[in-house]
Structure formats: C-alpha cells, structure tokens
C-alpha cells in the first residue's frame, strides 16, 4: 500500500482519486470521485484510461492527462503508474478535477509562486504548454541575453528564431528524441543570438511532466542556463591541447602517465607515432613494454622505473626502440614519480624525444666534415690572394691545375683576363670596382674561362676585400670549377624546352616564343601564318618498322623542316607525329602555301631508316593571323582545324582554315555526342543485304548493316557515324548489340526453315584489338543459340596491320569454333598478302568501288580478275560487293567469281522483309 499512497500524494490534494489495479479495474475511490463520475462519464472516461494505461505500458515514469469536456461540464483527468520498490506494476492511480471547483493553488498561473523562487536564479525557466502553443519564460531567460523581459512574444517559433542556424537541426532532433519518448529527458547546448547580435551558448534542458493518452506531451518544462562562459574556457582550452599536440609532433617528443595503483597508463598521440603505433589504440600495459625496446635498452628502463617507485628517483636515459616494422628508433626518456599526501609514489609521468633524426644529422654532419675535409685536399677548389698594389696573383697548387697552367707561373691579375669570355671580363672588372670602392665587402660570380688548351670551363668565384689601416690591401677568395654543373643545368634547360628526340623547341618553348612573335605581329601590324602539322603513315611505318625506325624518321623530317624555312621563322615539336612551324612576316597567304607545298614535297621523298626506305607524307593546316584570330591559341585551334580539313581533303596535302570546315568539326562533335548512350536509348537498329551464289543463285552469306535513327527520326549515315564511334570508342558497344541481334535474328530465320548458309557482322580494328573479344564472340553464340560455324566476321585490310599477340589468340579461337573470317573492301587498305597466310581468313570481298568500274575501264577488269585468281590460289571464295547489272554479274561469273552482293539482287532489308525475300525464292 505504501506505493499507492505515495502516487496519491503526487495528485493535488483537492482532486477526486480513484485506485486502479494493475489491468485497470477500480479497486475503490473517495466521496468527489463518485460525484464526478456517473453512469454516463464512465464508459468515456474508461476508455481513455486504457488508452493511458496502454501508453504506460511502455514509458511507466509518464504522467498522462485527459481532458473530458461533455454538458455537465470539463474533468481534468491524470494517470500514474504504481510500481513497487523491485519495479513490478500494482496498478494505477487518477486524479479527477472538476473546472466548477475553481483553480488549483498548485497549478493556477496566477498561484505559480514556484516560478518566482527562479527569477533571481541563474538558470531561466520556461513552461510550454503544448494544448496553446504557448510558451512562459522567466526573466533570466531574457536578461542573460540582454533583452528587456518579455521581448518578443510566448510563440515556439520566437525562440527558435534566435537559435543559430547550424545548430537548429540539432535542436530539432534532440526536442524530437524526447518526445518520442527515445530518451528520458531533453538535453542541448547550442547557440542563440542576444541582444548585441553576437552568439551566444546556453545550455537546454527539459522534461514532458504531463501527457495525453495518445502518447503526446501536454506540458513540458525546462531550464535555460548561460553556459558561454564555459564554452569560452573549453575552447581555450582545446586551443591550448591542440598547440601542445603540435609542440609536441615539432618536437618529436611524446608525453605519457601511470596510475600504478589502477594501473591505468596514458600516452599522447606523438608517443604513439613514435612507437610505430596507431593514435588511439589502447596503448601496451605498463609492465609489459618489453617488446618496444632493445633487451638491453628495457633493462635500463625496467631498473629506473623500480627506483622511481621506490626512492622517487627521477630518470634521464637515452634508449632504444623497436617499432613493430622493425625500424629502431633512438629516443631520450625523462620520468619522474608524483607522490601522494602519504609521501609514497603512486603516479608516473616522463617524456620520450625522438632524436632519431637528430642523431642521424649529427653522423651525417661528422661525414661532411670528413669529406669536406678531402674535398679542401683533392677537390676542384683552389685560393687565391691578389695584392692590389702590384697587381700580383698568387694561386694554390689547385688553382694553377683548374685554369690549366703549370704551377708556380708568374701571373698578374690584368694577364689573366683575356682568358676570360667578354662578359665575365666585365662582370670581374665590376665587381673588383665594388670591392675597392667600399660598395660590397664580397663578392661571388660566375664566370667562362678558356684555358691554354681551348677548353671552355665556369668557374665560380668568392671574392673578399682585406684592408690596412681603412685602406685596400688585398683581396682573398676561392676559385671552383663548376663546368660539370653548368653543363648540367645546360641539359636540364634543354630538356625543359627542346624536345629531347628532335632537338626541336617543345610545346611549351615554341607557345612561348610564339606568343611573343604574335603580340609584336598584333604591334607591327606585319602578317603572321602558322602552319600544323601532321605526319600521314607514320604510325603504320611505326609499327611495322619499330620505334626505333620511328625515332630516326622523326629526327629526319625535324631536319628537312628546318631547311624548308628562313631563320627568322620557328620550327617546333607538338608532340608525337605533329609539328609547328610559324612563318613571320609574311607578305600574302600565298606565301604560306609555298612553304607548305615545299614542305610537302621534301617530306614525301623517301628516307633511308638503316637498310630499308620509308615513304611517308603530311597535312598541314594554314592560319593566319587577322582580326577573327587575334591570339596564339586560336591561331592553334584554326590550324588544327585546317589540318584536319587536309585530310578529308585526301591526305598529303595542305589547306587553309575556314569557318565552314570548322562547322564540320562541330558537327563532327556533335555526332559524337550523340552517339554517346545511343544504344542504351535503343536508337540502332539493324538491316541485311545477301550474297548469292553465281553458280546456283543459291544464299550465302546475309550481312548485317548497322543502321542509325536518332532520338529527333533523322537517319544517320553508315558513312559519317561509324568512323566516329570507332574513335570514340562506342563501336565496342555498337559492336556488342549489333553481333547479340544479329545472331538472335539468324536464330529465329533458321527457326522458321528459311536457307541461307551463315550470318556476317563487320567487326571494327578496336574491337580486335580487346584481349577478351574472341571469348565475348563464342560466348554471344552460346547465349543465343546460334552455331559458330554459322557466323563470319567482316574485317577491314587495316585491321590485320598491327600484328600482335592478342590477335594471332583471338584467330586461333575463331578457327576452332569454326568461326570465319572475310576482308571487307579488299584493294582499298595498305594490302600486304602475308596476312593472309599467317590468319584464317576463308573469304575476300572485291570493293565495290573496282565492280562498278568493270565495264569502263579495262585495267579495272583485269585488277578484278587478279583479285579472283589470286583468292582461289590461296584456297578463298571470293565475293563481288556493290553488283548492280545483268553485265556486271556476268563479267564476274565470267572470271570465276563466287559469290555477289548489291542492289540486283535486294537493297538492305529490314528483318521480317528479308524473311519474305528468302520465302520468295524457295
């Protein structure tokens, strides 16, 4: 009972009290609760009083409230949970309070005297009433913020207004925890704005007292306290641990403590980097440290800690660690013991510093001595003292073998200067000058000698000035030979600027120079042109040839640049294949274009690489320099541009920049863009286009042509896309779909009875060139259900140019799975019949560019008839593209062709189309 009495007397005492047990029945109650409770209320009031006892349930320390309001008027109601001294539920007490009977002492705001007990206190009071909104605040909660009290209004948001905005969110969580009931109480410190504007920390701290019977808070109250102050000190003081931290990490020195009672141990995070440890981790007990030191080191260690403890002696020893790599580091240890009130040694502190460093420095140091010492004996340093009143020069031994003259020669300081270059004369006579006239007191410079035997060496030379009685005497110094360094600052001057290959001034010398070549143009108003270059088959003779031919073919064609301009102009390396060459002062553009022709030819004449000749040629792009180029980097991007319109001009040729090639380009990268992602947007689709057989008219081989719609309907060109998407790289892509859907396609033909013999897919050089090609191609096959010995892959004469090991695995996959090879457009690329041995290549495709030829020009009936002879000989079919007439394909049966393809037979057809074309020929 005494638990329900002490929840009885938490209710105020002029309320009507009922006592529940613990599942909510009512065990009895006094005279007012009968009153206030009638048959009519009851029902209501129990189901509330579940509800509560529900909420209980789970937050037992809840006082839960309840406002009944019917005709006969409004009960206030609150619920308490009765728990004995273990914990365990007895039940329940209520309160019940009538609004007739007039306010409470206790609660009444106009009898809250409570509240003015805190008003002089240091903490401010608040008091939310969650039913209004509104919230009371004592006069501390504005005074410590120096506000006049009640300067702003009792809303929520009023307050929040002030809170600093980082810290809101954190406010909001923690207001949110509590009443959510995540945790007993609500707790932030955080910042608001007083009445000066600045910011400033309190401490918020709170508690629900009362809450309804869903679980939401009625009346929460709390304290602000000014906790700046001590946020202040905080600060300093993490100001004061962080430079310590950082005195100590400067200092390599670590700091550590012991409780040897508690045998707690403390280690900074300097003590722990010193240690090879990581910061943080618990550091090794205090007796067992044996494994960070030497044996011999711990034992000195072991013995002055005993001592400490039990004379508190203090200890200064340098040891020896052992970090867990292995490294070993050399530290001075410095402890001493803190006793207490009894006078007995119950706390350690010490010091360790890292001197590894330090010592390492010093032996270091000790070498230098030593070698400097050697250096003074056998190196290229010598003395010298020059008495200026007899213009006399005395050398030491080194001396006399640094300038190359036999010791102990004579020598004057005046016969020593024609020795010296021009501008190191003067510098020596002015520097002489400066010391004698008081202007300096040393002098060191640099200066070029020649010596008897025409060597041209540096010498460096420290000069000082001794005088007599405040008048010049002599001057003293030492002489070094530096030739070695100079010449290799030399080198390094030229590897910054020149290209190390061709000698040619690099990409970052040749802007410089260019640049100030453009603004004197932009000055002077004379003409300027720039001329880009890139190399046409370099790459090829690269790779077949090597590198080594490669680099002799580019010190080459940096020579016949240099001889194809004037000395006033500029020849430059870009990098790779790529050369600049800046014409100034030049007088028409057609000037520019006879240098370019000039150069065009000197590069297109053969070139001797060891053994073996190589021809190669170059585009060249012409800007000059006018009001719509005004600057160096246009210039480069009109060149380019111009360069590239060279190519599409043919190769080996020139062209100046104009703005409708620069549209190209645009259009150009535009296209690439757009390919980007096209397949994911599902934008290609594919068509095919048979070979027959001229023998039976029986189907070959049905190719598959990628075909492109974009997003916006316009069809794309086969001609302009494809080169792009391989130098993009979205051919890898384009190829994965283009080979699934193709083999899917043949799938459902040959699922449908149609006959045909294989499925062709044109497959890219980049492709190729992917080590894991061959198993993506044999594995497609197995997905889809499609036989390798069924499929054929199209590759281009170029592609089997660049042999490599990647490819001769490849091929050899694809002959085992039976997977055939044909070269598309043969006779169009750089044609080398040796790959057609070393590779399984089954079929040859005439382009179709000879077929349409035939019948005009007679030389291109006989280089047909070749192809066709030569493809037999070898053991290929061999296939006619582009067959348009009755004549072209009799011709072609004529020589021994096997098999046609083109618009006589069918133009490329959609899927389903081209099954009803095959249907039709049963």
């Known amino acids: 009972m005494s638990a329900f009495t002490a929840s009885l007397l938490q209710h105020p005492v002029r309320r009507a009290l009922l006592v529940l047990d613990a599942e909510g029945r009512v065990l009895g109650g006094n005279s007012r609760a009968a009153e206030l409770v009638g048959p009519a209320r009851e029902p209501l009031l129990r189901e509330a009083l579940a509800q509560g006892i529900r909420q209980l349930a789970d937050h037992p320390d809840r006082v839960v409230g309840h406002r009944h309001e019917d005709a006969d008027g409004v009960l206030e109601c609150l619920l308490r ?33 409570w509240r003015f007990a805190l008003e002089g206190a240091r ?50 969580e923690a207001l949110h925890a509590h009443l959510a009931g995540e945790r007993e109480n609500y707790q932030v410190d955080y910042r608001v704005r007083d009445a000066n504007g600045r910011w400033r920390w309190i401490l918020d701290r709170g508690r629900a007292l009362r809450w309804d019977t869903h679980g939401r808070p009625l009346r929460v109250i709390g304290t602000h306290t000014d906790i700046h102050d001590y946020k202040q000190i905080e600060l300093q003081l993490r100001e004061r641990e962080l430079i310590l931290n950082q005195a100590q990490h400067v200092a390599r020195l670590g700091s550590w403590s012991w409780d040897a009672e508690a045998d707690v141990l403390w280690w900074s995070d300097e003590l722990y980097l010193i240690a090879g440890l990581r910061p943080g981790s618990t550091p090794p007990p205090f007796r067992s440290q044996k494994h960070l030191f030497t044996p011999e080191s711990y034992a000195r260690l072991r013995e ?145 000698y020649f010596t008897p035997d025409e060597r041209r060496i540096w010498l460096r030379i420290t000069a000082r000035m001794e005088r007599r009685d405040g008048q010049p005497y002599r001057v003293t110094g030492l002489t070094q030979d530096i030739t070695e360094e100079h010449e290799a600052n030399e080198r390094i001057e030229q590897l910054a600027h020149y290209d190390v290959l061709t000698g040619l001034p690099n990409r970052y010398l040749f802007e410089a120079q260019a640049s100030a070549a453009v603004a004197l143009a932009r000055t002077s108003g004379k003409p300027l042109a720039l001329l880009f270059l890139d190399l046409d088959r370099f790459k090829f003779v690269n790779d077949t040839q090597g590198h080594e031919a490669g680099d002799r073919l580019l010190r080459e064609v940096a020579g016949r640049l240099k001889a194809c301009v004037r000395g006033s102009d500029m020849v430059g390396r870009l990098g790779g294949d790529e050369f600049l060459v800046l014409l100034r002062e030049v007088a028409r553009p057609e000037d520019a274009a006879l240098v370019a022709r000039k150069i065009i030819d000197v590069l297109g004449m053969p070139v001797d690489l060891g053994g073996t000749e190589a021809r190669i040629g170059c585009s060249v792009g012409i800007a000059l320099l006018n009001d719509g180029i005004r600057d160096l980097d246009a210039l480069m991007r009109a060149a380019d541009t111009a360069m590239y319109a060279a190519k599409d001009a043919g190769r080996n040729t020139y062209q100046f920049y104009n703005d409708t090639f620069y549209e190209k380009v645009r259009r150009r990268v535009a296209l690439e863009q757009e390919l980007r992602g096209a397949v994911e947007r599902g934008e290609f689709h594919l068509v095919f286009q048979p070979t027959l057989r001229l023998a039976d008219g029986r189907v070959g081989v049905i190719e598959a042509l990628m075909r492109w719609r974009t997003a916006s309907g316009e069809l794309r060109n086969p001609a302009e896309f494809i080169p792009i998407a391989e130098e993009s790289g979205e051919i890898l892509a384009m190829g994965r779909w283009a080979l699934e859907q193709a083999c899917r396609q043949a799938r459902r033909w040959h699922e449908q009875g149609l006959a045909f013999e294989r499925i062709a897919v044109n497959v890219s050089a980049l492709q190729l060139r992917d080590p894991e090609f061959a198993t993506q191609v044999v594995a497609t096959c197995q997905r889809t259900g499609w036989a390798t010995d069924r499929l054929q892959l199209e590759i281009t004469e170029s592609s089997l140019m660049a042999d490599s090991e990647t490819l001769r695995r490849s091929f050899e996959l694809f002959r085992r799975h039976g997977i055939g090879l044909a070269i598309d457009d043969f006779g169009t690329g750089f044609s080398n019949l040796g790959y057609l041995h070393r590779f399984p290549v089954r079929h040859l495709k005439i382009d179709r560019s000879f077929v349409s030829q035939m019948g005009e020009q007679a030389n291109m009936l006989e280089l047909t008839h070749a192809v066709v002879s030569l493809g037999h000989a070898l053991g ?32 490329p057809l959609a899927g389903p189309e081209l099954a009803d074309w095959l249907r039709s020929r049963r």
């Not at 009290?149 to 207004?161: E, I, R, V, Y």
């Not at 056998?378 to 031994?397: K, Y």
């Not at 348009?884 to 062709?897: F, I």
Request: hydrophobic share 35%; aromatic share 6%; glycine share 10%.
């Open 81 to 113: 949970a009765v728990r004995d001294d273990r914990g365990d539920l007895q039940g329940y007490t209520v309160s019940l309070h009538d609004g007739d009977d007039g306010a409470e002492p206790a609660e009444a705001p106009d009898a809250a005297r």
């Open 123 to 172: 903490d401010g009071l608040w008091d939310w009433d969650a039913s209004t909104g509104k919230v009371y605040r004592s006069g501390r909660c504005f005074s410590m913020l120096g506000y006049p009290h009640n300067a702003f209004d009792g809303s929520f948001d009023a307050w929040q207004a002030l809170i600093h905005p980082d810290d809101r969110p954190r406010v909001a």
């Open 304 to 448: 002055a800690s005993i001592a400490i403890l039990r004379e508190g002696k203090p200890y200064a020893l340098e040891l020896e660690m052992v970090r867990p790599n292995g490294e070993r580091r050399v530290v001075q240890a410095r402890g001493e013991g803190i006793p207490g009130p009894d006078g007995v040694v119950r706390r350690l502190v010490g010091v360790l510093h890292d001197i590894t460093e330090q010592r390492r420095s010093e032996e270091t140091a000790r070498w230098r001595n030593d070698l400097l010492n050697r250096i003074a004996a056998v190196g290229r340093i010598g003395g010298f003292e020059l008495i200026l009143d007899t213009d006399e020069l005395h050398w030491t031994d080194e001396n006399y073998r640094i300038h190359g003259i036999p010791s102990g020669t004579p020598l004057r300081f005046e016969d020593t200067l024609p020795h010296y270059a021009p501008e190191s004369r003067m510098e020596l006579r002015e520097a002489l000058s400066r010391l004698v006239a008081g202007v300096t007191h040393e002098e060191t410079l640099e200066a070029c």
């Open 876 to 907: 290929l079919s061999v296939v006619a593209e582009g067959v348009e007439t009755e004549a072209q394909q009799a011709l072609l049966k004529a020589q021994g062709c096997d098999e046609a393809q083109g618009y006589l037979y069918t133009r």
